[in-house]
């Protein structure tokens, strides 16, 4: 009988595969660097280290064998061999375990201490087609193949241990400060991993439709993968300096990057000399991690974070800009903008109300 944990089962694709890839390949360097800030945050390393104890990783697999329906050559054949597929691309030797849960709200998720497992919601399944499907179970496995999973859950575990304690002022506010940090960086975990589904299903607009469809439902014929995109530049270069300081206050509590964020990112990426260079074979191997240079990693963030500042559209991205060019008109440009004295900044406020409406 076939193993279903090994994908050295799993017949050649059409896709290409990569052997022996290392997860550095589809890493957003912001991922890298927020695990980093994450490690040295005070007491991170303790409470890691207690969490660890208190969580049964038995418990967990335990809790969906009994719940959601595992799948296997018997049960949801289709999710099942995509798993077996992507860990095969993606050259992953023990295949995740996947359950089917139900749950009308579509979502997927990969957690576990030690031996990560995948769950998809009915929702999920029954909104997507086959490739949209498949690029969401290779996310999937991307966060389990860069040890995502593990923080997943300590972010589950401490927002749940936040809301028992939230009584006791002293102990909450640290807790949340620990949260907040797990939700920035799990935030740039899930572009790193909108990659790997893209290096597992190979179909740039099947993920992109998936992502759209995480935004407007299941109604594709009423939905444009182009207007979308658009919508996420219109969503980058909206408004003033108010509009930046608002998005920016509205992601801070969110887990996941704006839908619109997300495919404008994965769409860029998918444009680059790094992804193309992946396709031909030239990628990281998982041979060289152990040499590979922090420095060089903390650089390579360093220069990340620059260029997305340069070629950002976003007003609060431009007033970055200027702080760190010296701009001498700095007071004035922070006056005129909150006091909407700006230069044509009231016709322009009542034209953008007009069209959000």
Same mark, same amino acid.
């Given at each position: 009988?076939?193993?279903?944990?090994?994908?050295?089962?799993?017949?050649?694709?059409?896709?290409?595969?990569?052997?022996?890839?290392?997860?550095?390949?589809?890493?957003?360097?912001?991922?890298?660097?927020?695990?980093?800030?994450?490690?040295?945050?005070?007491?991170?390393?303790?409470?890691?280290?207690?969490?660890?104890?208190?969580?049964?990783?038995?418990?967990?697999?335990?809790?969906?064998?009994?719940?959601?329906?595992?799948?296997?050559? =018997?049960?949801?054949?289709?999710?099942?061999?995509?798993?077996?597929?992507?860990?095969?691309?993606?050259?992953?030797?023990?295949?995740?375990?996947?359950?089917?849960?139900?749950?009308?709200?579509?979502?997927?998720?990969?957690?576990?201490?030690?031996?990560?497992?995948?769950?998809?919601?009915?929702?999920?399944?029954?909104?997507?087609?086959?490739?949209?499907?498949?690029?969401?179970?290779?996310?999937?496995?991307?966060?389990?193949?860069?040890?995502?999973?593990?923080?997943?859950?300590?972010?589950?575990?401490?927002?749940?241990?936040?809301?028992?304690?939230?009584?006791?002022?002293?102990?909450?506010?640290?807790?949340?400060?620990?949260?907040?940090?797990?939700?920035?960086?799990?935030?740039?975990?899930?572009?790193?991993?909108? =990659?790997?589904?893209?290096?597992?299903?190979?179909?740039?607009?099947?993920?992109?439709?998936?992502?759209?469809?995480?935004?407007?439902?299941?109604?594709?014929?009423?939905?444009?993968?182009?207007?979308?995109?658009?919508?996420?530049?219109?969503?980058?270069?909206?408004?003033?300096?108010?509009?930046?300081?608002?998005?920016?206050?509205?992601?801070?509590?969110?887990?996941?990057?704006?839908?619109?964020?997300?495919?404008?990112?994965?769409?860029?990426?998918?444009?680059?000399?790094?992804?193309?260079?992946?396709?031909?074979?030239?990628?990281? =191997? =998982?041979?060289?991690?152990?040499?590979?240079?922090?420095?060089?990693?903390?650089?390579?963030?360093?220069?990340?974070?620059?260029?997305?500042?340069?070629?950002?559209?976003?007003?609060?991205?431009?007033?970055?800009?200027?702080?760190?060019?010296?701009?001498?008109?700095?007071?004035?440009?922070?006056?005129?903008?909150?006091?909407?004295?700006?230069?044509?900044?009231?016709?322009?406020?009542?034209?953008?109300?007009?069209?959000?409406?």
């Amino acid at each position: 009988m076939t193993d279903p944990t090994d994908s050295s089962k799993v017949p050649s694709r059409s896709r290409k595969r990569f052997p022996g890839i290392s997860t550095r390949a589809w890493e957003h360097p912001a991922d890298r660097s927020a695990l980093v800030a994450l490690r040295k945050l005070s007491g991170f390393d303790e409470v890691l280290k207690k969490l660890a104890g208190l969580v049964s990783e038995r418990s967990v697999r335990l809790m969906f064998l009994a719940t959601a329906v595992k799948t296997s050559e =018997r049960q949801f054949p289709h999710i099942h061999e995509m798993v077996r597929d992507a860990a095969y691309i993606l050259d992953l030797e023990k295949v995740p375990e996947l359950y089917v849960t139900q749950d009308p709200q579509p979502n997927a998720m990969c957690i576990g201490m030690d031996t990560p497992i995948i769950v998809v919601t009915t929702g999920l399944v029954e909104m997507l087609d086959e490739e949209e499907l498949r690029a969401v179970v290779g996310h999937e496995v991307g966060h389990a193949m860069s040890g995502h999973a593990v923080y997943r859950t300590m972010l589950l575990i401490l927002t749940n241990i936040a809301t028992r304690i939230a009584w006791l002022p002293l102990g909450n506010i640290a807790i949340m400060a620990i949260i907040t940090a797990l939700k920035e960086w799990f935030r740039k975990s899930e572009l790193s991993c909108d =990659r790997a589904g893209l290096l597992a299903g190979q179909d740039l607009q099947a993920s992109m439709r998936g992502l759209m469809k995480l935004a407007g439902g299941h109604h594709l014929a009423e939905m444009n993968v182009d207007a979308f995109i658009e919508q996420a530049e219109e969503y980058e270069k909206a408004g003033d300096l108010r509009d930046g300081v608002i998005k920016l206050l509205q992601v801070l509590p969110q887990t996941h990057p704006f839908a619109v964020v997300r495919v404008a990112k994965l769409k860029k990426w998918a444009e680059s000399e790094e992804y193309r260079s992946i396709m031909a074979g030239a990628y990281p =191997r =998982r041979s060289d991690d152990e040499s590979t240079s922090v420095t060089d990693q903390w650089k390579a963030t360093a220069e990340s974070y620059a260029k997305s500042v340069k070629e950002s559209k976003d007003p609060l991205m431009g007033l970055i800009r200027d702080i760190t060019g010296g701009a001498g008109d700095m007071g004035s440009k922070l006056r005129d903008v909150f006091s909407g004295s700006r230069s044509g900044g009231g016709q322009d406020g009542e034209q953008g109300g007009a069209e959000r409406g």
